[in-house]
């Protein structure tokens, strides 16, 4: 439905949207000064559009011009249903946003000559390991950071999502010696995010101080950014939180409902709490290359000019896809210390996404221009962001002027036609007594742990033990082939089931891999190895 614009007598502008679900977009707008390429009123607009076009409930803008903020608006509610408005304060999970706070912590050490990015971790974390025995030996902290260690896209992050599960960094850092490494070390680019939560295991080692309590202390509390946390939300801050959203039964739907009372074993990955009011002192910082101006008016220096160059350096490099020529002329991309980097338009661009079930996050950097760009929503649908991001630094690059929604919504058309072209879901039938009896047992990966797969009214079902959002029934594909559909559909990551067995015909263990080659890459399935327990096991 159409969005209204009313005028406010404060000055503000506020939008009222007759959206179902209780979203009212009421849009607040405070900065000192209008951006430079932009008008305010066409961020609203695009803002309001977006909101509408992916039901978002909440979502917060930002735009820093050096020192200055140009642009802080806030827009819809943190929970749908809920009147508490977005505002400045409001606390969004920025997800994979956080690893550039990793990396910003072990910079610090670095500045410190407590470590250097090349020390073997083993120097660190003694009992850390890999497959390999030599890559084990010669594996630095650098190699923590740049997303080419030979690991798969998303190895083991079966250990921290689905939230809750009883996974620890001990289980994570002795898990990781069994997942496979078949991509070749340092050969290329494959997207994890356990290496990161083992850079926070290292700052913990190195400082005696819990990495959430390290970050908060030495890169938040210097800054003032009093809205963000890197641990549990203090009581007093939790009426701020944003709860995530994702999409089941045709609406926005709270998926987990974020209480922010524990300390996630993830964090060092993706598990930062943070707010427009803070993410744009960080911004600030970034901007000046580690430096800030603290609240009394001196210049300080948070992290050297030095290793704040070597995080945004290119470390690895990545593939340029066609949609980032097309729509940003862009010829090289690489990943640096926590941080992507290409050419957009001719003009080099640092920035990180963030993704979490519920939450999406996008952060860029102009460094030619001193300008940084925010967006956060409580929403899990990446276009959204990339429709608002897009809309910002355009107006910055110079380029012809597009309708960035249109087209974002154009290219997923056009996706989702191939997909549909190219995909079916496999044809299933009921489980018998005799299929069930066949496969029933205990399976035990080496770093996910045990699993059973049980017959129980008439169902076969499979069941984590040690993540109790991962559990389902299985329906019979065909031979020792199921298909298990999760009894939580906002994983929307159902995956095949392959019952392996013996030369004597016996089962002996289990594979998986996901339906849908398009699911998200966290449900790694495919470096999963069960194998059957007997009785005497």
């Known amino acids: 439905m159409p969005l209204v614009m009313r005028k406010q007598t404060n000055s503000k502008r506020t939008l009222l949207s007759s959206l179902a679900l209780g979203i009212g977009l009421v849009l607040s707008t405070t900065a000192s000064a209008e951006p430079?390429?932009?008008?305010?009123?066409?961020?609203?607009a695009t803002a309001a559009r977006v909101m509408d076009a992916y039901t978002v409930p909440g979502m917060v803008v930002g735009i820093v011009e050096g020192d200055e903020v140009v642009f802080a608006g806030t827009y819809g509610v943190q929970e749908v249903n809920k009147p508490a408005a977005v505002t400045?304060?409001?606390l969004f999970k920025i997800a994979s946003v956080t690893k550039n706070f990793t990396t910003a912590a072990l910079a610090l050490l670095v500045d410190q000559g407590k470590i250097s990015w090349d020390d073997p971790v083993i120097?660190?974390?003694?009992?850390?390991?890999v497959q390999d025995p030599w890559i084990t030996r010669n594996f630095t902290i650098r190699d923590l950071l740049?997303?080419?260690s030979g690991l798969q896209l998303g190895a083991g992050d079966l250990?921290?999502?689905p939230t809750p599960n009883d996974f620890t960094r001990e289980d994570i850092l002795q898990g990781l010696r069994y997942l496979p490494m078949d991509g070749g070390f340092r050969t290329q680019y494959a997207y994890d995010n356990i290496l990161y939560v083992i850079a926070g295991e290292l700052t913990e080692r190195v400082t005696g101080q819990r990495w959430e309590t390290f970050v908060e202390e030495n890169l938040m509390r210097p800054l003032g950014m009093e809205y963000c946390f890197a641990g549990p939300v203090p009581d007093q801050y939790k009426k701020h939180i944003a709860q995530p959203h994702g999409w089941l039964n045709e609406e926005p739907t709270v998926v987990r409902r974020d209480f922010a009372d524990d300390y996630l074993t993830s964090a060092p990955a993706g598990g930062i709490r943070c707010s427009l009011q803070a993410m744009t002192k960080w911004m600030k910082m970034h901007n000046a290359r580690g430096a800030y101006v603290t609240a009394d008016g001196e210049q300080k220096q948070l992290i050297s000019a030095k290793q704040h160059a070597e995080m945004w350096s290119p470390q690895t490099i990545m593939n340029v896809g066609s949609r980032a020529y097309e729509w940003d002329n862009t010829h090289f991309a690489a990943y640096g210390l926590g941080w992507r980097m290409h050419d957009v338009d001719g003009l080099?661009?640092?920035h990180h996404t963030g993704t979490l079930h519920g939450m999406n996050a996008y952060l860029s950097f102009f460094p030619e221009l001193d300008t940084a760009f925010l967006v956060l929503l409580n929403r899990s649908h990446s276009d959204a962001r990339t429709a608002m991001m897009q809309t910002l630094i355009k107006a910055y690059t110079d380029a012809p002027e597009r309708d960035w929604l249109a087209v974002v919504q154009e290219w997923r058309e056009q996706v989702s036609q191939r997909r549909a072209a190219s995909f079916e879901e496999p044809e299933t039938s009921a489980v018998t007594a005799e299929q069930a009896a066949r496969v029933v047992g205990e399976y035990v990966d080496p770093w996910f742990g045990q699993v059973s797969v049980t017959w129980q009214d008439n169902q076969l079902r499979?069941?984590?033990?040690?993540?109790?959002?991962?559990a389902g029934e299985l329906f019979h594909v065909n031979g020792d082939t199921f298909a298990?559909?999760?009894?939580?559909r906002t994983h929307h990551a159902d995956a095949f089931v392959r019952f392996t067995s013996s030369l004597r015909g016996d089962i002996e263990g289990m594979l998986m891999a996901p339906i849908d080659p398009d699911a998200d890459w966290s449900f790694n399935f495919d470096d999963l190895d069960f194998t059957k327990q007997t009785a005497a096991e």
């Open 36 to 44: 430079s390429n932009i008008s305010a009123a066409k961020i609203d």
């Open 88 to 90: 400045e304060k409001s």
């Open 123 to 129: 120097d660190h974390i003694p009992e850390f390991r």
């Open 146 to 148: 740049i997303h080419k």
């Open 159 to 161: 250990m921290f999502w």
């Open 348 to 350: 080099l661009r640092i």
């Open 462 to 470: 499979w069941t984590s033990h040690r993540s109790e959002r991962m």
């Open 484 to 488: 298990a559909r999760w009894d939580d």
